[in-house]
């Protein structure tokens, strides 16, 4: 069983948060995908996240960090007024390192955003994606996530949207265990609380 630990990321995190969307884009394109590989991608931006207080960060028991997620409000490019108005919270940049994958983590941290939006007030749990990436969209299907719609962009290829109940939580691996440094060091989902 891997311990990882979440918490909110700080300007000391930058450079990490920076490594691992590098690292997701050679993954992706050794993979063939064209998903992120074509746009420039800054440290500045990164940080812009960092400062608003909507990026988390997850590392072993060791401190590296090996994966990151953002929650934030919805992108208008993307959704509309409307739906802007509905009480969701949307997940940006989701990245787990390679080495990670396939652990469960991915679905715990899934689950963990459920129940960030859930503390938000939200019912849905919401996310934009890579509009051509069908093995991106069967990940969010296969994970309780509903296709919306795909909106089209001038300048940017994201535009499939997808939601799932906030209160939803599939994550069902005992291989990997969050201990949650948002909320006291409680362990994630339910459990003792540790620090
Ligand atoms: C998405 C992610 C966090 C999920 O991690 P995870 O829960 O451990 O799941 P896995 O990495 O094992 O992926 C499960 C399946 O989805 C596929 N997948 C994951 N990301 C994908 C992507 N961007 N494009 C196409 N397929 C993808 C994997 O290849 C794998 O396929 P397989 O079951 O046929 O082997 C991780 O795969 C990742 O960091 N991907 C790259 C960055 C990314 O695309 N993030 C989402 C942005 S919306």
Not at 28 to 51: C, F, M, N, P
Not at 105 to 128: F, K
Request: with cysteine.
């Amino acid at each position: 069983m891997t311990t990882y630990h979440i918490r909110a990321a700080g300007e000391e995190d930058v450079e990490a948060v920076l490594a691992l969307r590098r690292h997701a884009e050679d993954w992706l394109r050794e993979a063939g995908i064209e998903q992120w590989t074509k746009s420039a991608y800054g440290a500045r931006v990164i940080k812009g996240w960092i400062g608003a207080g909507s990026t988390f960060v997850v590392s072993t028991d060791q401190g590296e960090i090996v994966a990151s997620l953002s929650l934030d409000a919805g992108d208008p490019d993307f959704w509309t007024p409307e739906e802007l108005k509905e009480p969701a919270l949307y997940l940006y940049k989701f990245i787990i390192r390679s080495d990670h994958r396939g652990s469960g983590l991915g679905d715990i941290l899934l689950d963990w955003s459920g129940y960030r939006s859930e503390m938000a007030g939200a019912l849905w749990l919401r996310l934009d994606c890579w509009r051509d990436n069908k093995g991106l969209h069967k990940y969010y299907l296969d994970r309780g996530f509903h296709y919306l719609t795909t909106r089209t962009h001038p300048t940017r290829m994201s535009g499939a949207l997808f939601e799932r109940s906030a209160e939803l939580r599939l994550a069902t691996s005992s291989a990997a265990t969050l201990i949650d440094h948002t909320f006291g060091g409680a362990e994630f989902p339910g459990g003792a609380a540790r620090n």
